[in-house]
């Protein structure tokens, strides 16, 4: 018969190893491929965008005179964007700073690298929100307007794009991806940007998990109720794999770029890997050269006097969104 034996266990050692992950999206797409504009020297930034007349080939009679002008700048609009302040602090007590902590050979330059890595996280959100540009009147702080609500059929209520420059209801679809988004769909998006840009473009889409798996399907065919479905693809069977993913999209009226990002439609305080259907399914369709990121002052990380608590700090950014001309850019919004 066996025998329960209880052993005295005081003198056993902790097994901690040097293992510290942290599994979140890191992922800043927007942040890291918007360009970077001239700084703000103002904590509004304005600049000016116009139209072209409509053709006129109507003739002009020999040897007639030129009696009436026209005023080239009179479609010209002037509209912009306020900046934003982007803030993490940190602290580290000395007796922790002190500590053998598994993992972190340093407490400060562990907690300085993770607030610059929240900061960045924080921009990226702000960038894909729908938040509308916010004074500072001493309750509420500047706050930058995201392309959210830069592209909309509507106007803004503060410092509102002017009629002619607001995004075409073609440019955006509010389709599901889950549920009802077609190739045609998606195509009639890029025809709707085509006739507002007169060329065919490179775009960069910036679109949500949900999105994409709805992007991938595209040209997949699929057999009556009950059978398989399949997906054909030509290429060199020596590579022993299937590509199932999208990652450039070429059709008849652009070509596409599509960069999976987690950090569209989120709102403040937002867990990002909480996620709902407006972020699985927001997508940004984005020309390079009509957005850009404006820093009044460049990502930083600033040590403050240790007052005998223990060293602390901040890592802060200031800066502002920059969307040209919103006419010429797209959006994927559903609601559900």
């Not at 209880?6 to 190893?17: K, S």
Request: proline content about 4%.
């Amino acid at each position: 018969m066996s025998q329960t034996t209880t052993y005295n266990a005081v003198g056993d050692r902790e097994d901690l190893q040097n293992w510290l992950t942290i599994l979140e999206p890191e992922d800043t797409p927007k942040t890291s491929s918007f360009a970077k504009t001239p700084a703000p020297t103002n904590r509004l930034q304005e600049w000016q965008a116009d139209t072209l007349a409509a053709v006129d080939f109507a003739g002009v009679l020999e040897g007639s005179d030129v009696s009436a002008f026209n005023n080239e700048a009179a479609n010209r609009g002037r509209f912009g964007n306020y900046i934003q302040k982007f803030r993490r602090p940190w602290m580290v007590s000395e007796e922790q700073e002190a500590s053998d902590v598994a993992g972190v050979p340093s407490e400060v330059a562990y907690a300085k690298t993770k607030a610059v890595r929240e900061v960045k996280r924080s921009i990226e959100a702000a960038i894909g929100s729908n938040n509308d540009m916010q004074a500072d009147n001493g309750v509420v702080p500047y706050l930058t307007r995201g392309l959210g609500n830069w592209i909309q059929t509507t106007a803004q209520t503060v410092n509102p794009v002017p009629t002619k420059f607001l995004t075409p209801s073609g440019n955006i679809n509010a389709t599901s991806p889950n549920t009802g988004l077609t190739e045609a769909l998606f195509n009639g998006v890029f025809q709707s940007i085509f006739t507002q840009n007169g060329g065919r473009r490179a775009y960069d889409l910036f679109a949500g998990p949900s999105l994409v798996t709805a992007i991938n399907t595209f040209q997949r065919a699929t057999g009556d109720a009950g059978q398989t479905k399949t997906y054909m693809v030509t290429q060199d069977a020596e590579k022993n794999r299937i590509d199932l993913d999208v990652t450039i999209y070429k059709g008849s009226f652009h070509t596409v770029t599509v960069i999976p990002d987690m950090f569209n439609g989120l709102v403040d305080g937002a867990d990002v890997t909480t996620t709902t259907a407006v972020q699985l399914g927001r997508g940004y369709i984005i020309d390079q050269r009509l957005v850009g990121l404006g820093y009044m002052i460049r990502l930083g990380s600033h040590e403050l006097e240790n007052q005998g608590g223990g060293r602390r700090g901040f890592v802060n950014a200031t800066l502002a969104l920059v969307c040209k001309n919103p006419r010429g850019l797209g959006k994927f919004a559903p609601t559900s």
